[in-house]
């Protein structure tokens, strides 16, 4: 069975620990600070994989977590850096982060795409060491890699979509084509995943799908309906296969607009792609009513749109449609080397963000309330029941304008003030 659609979670490699380490060597008095910082955590990254195919592992396997960095050590030796987590994907996969939806279209073999970074490491003690605090008693932990859900979707790459009512004869018209096996059977819905074959030419290959049956409604999901037309989306050219005589006494031109009017309700430039109306079946009803089925069908859909009369069990019509499909499916041209899909800078460029990053309110007469990733990514860093941690962390939220932003509000030494769901006795 084709796994074409596959739900997983992500987790990023979390930075290692700086380290709290004086030396202590014989004859070196008064040693000096000397922890080493930690390494950052591993990111996690898709790669497109040429030798895949489908998502089935991600059926056995939902979690994946990248190696978290090492902590640092005395005698400055820093922790290493997590490794980087490959997942790898088969080419025309979309993947979407469901907390931001941000998407990753990734189509051709070697596109990488960062989708959650690793935390940083925090540093030592001997980076805190100055002139006038030569022996800092604390270090910052490592942060948390980002975590993330993402959905994975395949759409098959192909050049040719053969689409049309169930039982309209596309499993049986592919496996003429192609040395693909399809299922055939004299029921309709026989076919229930995508089904690709190649047509061979004498100078190239086209890879033809067999898309599963498109019902009345498909496009606002009845039956599979958008599991099939999500396959249709990356095709070059359409070939609309169409019973030329339904055994169940329905209308062919009422088949044919269902089918259209399906594609184009679940995408507009669907309807804008090449097609080929390809009659289907044709033996059933013989040459002459064949002949003039044709004609009406080419008075009905234009000049723009070939019109073929094909029968998969006498081979008429077939070698007509191939030459056909290899005259007409344009050859793309060569594509160069993929680059990363989120690297395509290789020098970027750091601007001040607009604005803080924060919130200060008053939740009461003598209370605060300050909220927001950057004063949260702050208190992870240290332990707070550290007394030099916690002066040198009201040091950096002075820094950044926390303090500054409370006095705007009224704040006074002694009042009640809350960061990150603790409470501070903020000096000023």
């Known amino acids: 069975?084709?796994?074409?659609?596959?739900?997983?979670?992500?987790?990023?490699g979390r930075g290692g620990d700086g380290s709290l380490s004086f030396r202590r060597e014989a004859h070196v008095p008064r040693g000096g600070p000397d922890g080493g910082d930690g390494g950052r955590g591993g990111d996690v990254i898709l790669v497109c994989d040429d030798s895949l195919r489908d998502l089935q592992a991600?059926?056995?396997?939902?979690?994946?977590?990248?190696?978290?960095?090492?902590?640092?050590?005395?005698a400055l030796r820093h922790g290493a850096d997590g490794e980087t987590l490959e997942i790898r994907l088969p080419p025309g996969t979309e993947a979407v982060r469901e907390s931001d939806g941000a998407?990753?279209?990734?189509?051709?073999?070697?596109?990488?795409?960062?989708v959650a970074r690793g935390g940083s490491g925090g540093h030592g003690n001997k980076r805190f060491a100055t002139a006038t605090h030569q022996t800092p008693r604390f270090a910052e932990r490592g942060l948390p890699g980002e975590e993330c859900w993402l959905t994975l979707r395949l759409k098959l790459l192909a050049d040719v979509g053969l689409v049309g009512l169930p039982n309209a004869g596309k499993s049986s018209l592919l496996a003429?084509?192609?040395?693909?096996?399809?299922?055939?059977?004299?029921?309709?819905?026989?076919?229930?995943?995508?089904?690709?074959?190649?047509?061979?030419?004498?100078?190239?290959?086209?890879?033809?799908?067999?898309?599963?049956?498109?019902?009345?409604?498909?496009?606002?999901?009845?039956?599979?309906?958008?599991?099939?037309?999500?396959?249709?989306?990356?095709?070059?050219?359409?070939?609309?296969?169409?019973?030329?005589?339904?055994?169940?006494?329905?209308?062919?031109?009422?088949?044919?607009?269902?089918?259209?009017?399906?594609?184009?309700?679940?995408?507009?430039?669907?309807?804008?792609?090449?097609?080929?109306?390809?009659?289907?079946?044709c033996d059933l009803i013989g040459p002459e009513a064949a002949a003039a089925a044709a004609a009406q069908w080419r008075a009905r859909v234009g000049a723009e749109v070939p019109v073929l009369v094909t029968s998969s069990v006498t081979g008429a019509g077939l070698n007509e449609l191939m030459?056909?499909?290899?005259?007409?499916?344009?050859?793309?041209?060569?594509?160069?080397?993929?680059?990363?899909?989120?690297?395509?800078?290789?020098?970027?460029?750091?601007?001040?963000?607009?604005?803080?990053?924060f919130r200060v309110e008053r939740t009461g007469d003598r209370s605060y309330r300050v909220s927001g990733d950057r004063v949260d990514r702050?208190?992870?860093?240290?332990?707070?029941?550290?007394e030099e941690a916690l002066a040198h962390l009201e040091r950096r939220l002075r820094g950044i304008g926390v303090i500054r932003a409370l006095e705007a509000q009224g704040f006074e030494s002694g009042d009640d003030v809350e960061i990150g769901g603790m409470e501070f006795d903020l000096h000023i």
């Open 103 to 114: 998407n990753y279209d990734l189509l051709r073999p070697g596109q990488r795409a960062t």
């Open 323 to 357: 030459r056909e499909l290899l005259h007409r499916v344009p050859v793309l041209p060569a594509a160069e080397p993929a680059p990363a899909i989120d690297d395509l800078a290789e020098h970027r460029v750091f601007r001040p963000a607009a604005g803080r990053d």
């Open 1 to 12: 069975m084709l796994s074409d659609q596959a739900r997983i979670l992500l987790q990023a």
């Open 176 to 281: 003429r084509l192609t040395r693909a096996t399809p299922k055939v059977a004299g029921y309709p819905f026989t076919t229930l995943e995508p089904v690709l074959g190649t047509i061979e030419g004498e100078d190239r290959q086209l890879v033809v799908a067999d898309i599963p049956g498109l019902i009345e409604g498909a496009s606002a999901g009845a039956g599979l309906g958008h599991d099939f037309l999500a396959h249709v989306e990356r095709t070059r050219m359409l070939v609309h296969v169409l019973d030329a005589a339904p055994l169940d006494g329905s209308d062919p031109v009422e088949n044919h607009a269902t089918v259209e009017r399906e594609l184009e309700l679940h995408d507009p430039r669907l309807a804008t792609l090449p097609r080929m109306l390809a009659l289907s079946k």
């Open 58 to 74: 991600f059926r056995r396997r939902s979690q994946f977590k990248a190696q978290r960095g090492g902590n640092g050590q005395g």
């Open 378 to 386: 702050l208190l992870a860093r240290y332990d707070l029941d550290n």
